[in-house]
């Protein structure tokens, strides 16, 4: 008698959609093993299982699907989690696990938005002195020493966890997460005379009030953009990445039989 295969599932990431899709996948009976990096002090953590940490490569990551007998990997990190990605890839292309990028469309400028793309964070910080001399900097703590060189600007600097140095000599550190609401996103770079917001190309609902703020307030927005990743079979909803792991559980279920 043939083994019926495992229906665990790993979700790699702590994003909102990942939370979602965990919720969903438990909704369902279906075992999903949520996977973060522990880059945050307090993350909000999804419902059902949750292991923290790193797997030790595409290597470690391999090992780890073949002892918890995982059918299916649905990565659902940052767009700018390069690393994670990465090993997903190489580790589902040497199992053979089945892998599915889930990640959110990103933004896009609208009327009256004055958005100047860069490639990178290094790019965006010497952009800045010919911009404005107060800016608004959401970029996260993890690149924060791109910054550190521009002694001629000040920066009003948002993430959740406190930074380590190097920052810029001229800044002001706000501990805060998202979601936030174009009204005190405005009131926030009012109060601090912004003249420069620098996001990355995030997408999403839970921070993209500053984008409506700075086009109401006339800010330039530096943005910068997604790295390339892996290319993999990719949805943009929680919706249809819930039908993508069905869909290949069934499968399983059927080659079972």
């Excluded at 002694?151 to 009003?156: E, K, Y």
């Amino acid at each position: 008698m043939t083994e019926r295969p495992s229906e665990t599932v790993l979700v790699l990431g702590g994003t909102s959609e990942a939370r979602a899709l965990a919720a969903e996948l438990e909704r369902c009976g279906v075992r999903a093993v949520s996977s973060l990096a522990g880059r945050v002090t307090e993350p909000r953590l999804p419902t059902g299982e949750v292991r923290i940490g790193g797997f030790g490569g595409p290597e470690g990551l391999a090992a780890w699907l073949g002892r918890e007998g995982v059918a299916a990997v649905v990565d659902a990190t940052h767009p700018f989690a390069e690393r994670i990605g990465a090993s997903a890839a190489s580790a589902s292309a040497a199992t053979g696990v089945p892998l599915l990028r889930l990640e959110r469309p990103g933004w896009r400028a609208g009327r009256g938005d004055d958005w100047r793309w860069v490639d990178s964070l290094e790019d965006a910080a010497g952009m800045l002195p010919a911009l404005g001399e107060r800016v608004f900097l959401t970029t996260g703590r993890q690149g924060l020493p791109a910054f550190a060189p521009v002694t001629d600007v000040w920066f009003l600097i948002r993430c959740v966890d406190r930074p380590d140095p190097p920052l810029p000599p001229n800044a002001e550190v706000l501990l805060d997460r998202g979601p936030y609401t174009v009204d005190t996103e405005r009131t926030l770079m009012r109060t601090r005379g912004i003249d420069v917001l620098v996001t990355k190309d995030s997408g999403g609902r839970y921070t993209e009030a500053k984008l409506t703020a700075a086009r109401e307030l006339g800010c330039p927005v530096v943005v910068v953009r997604r790295p390339r990743r892996p290319v993999v079979t990719t949805v943009g909803t929680v919706a249809d990445a819930l039908a993508w792991v069905q869909s290949v559980l069934r499968h399983d279920d059927g080659m079972a039989r």
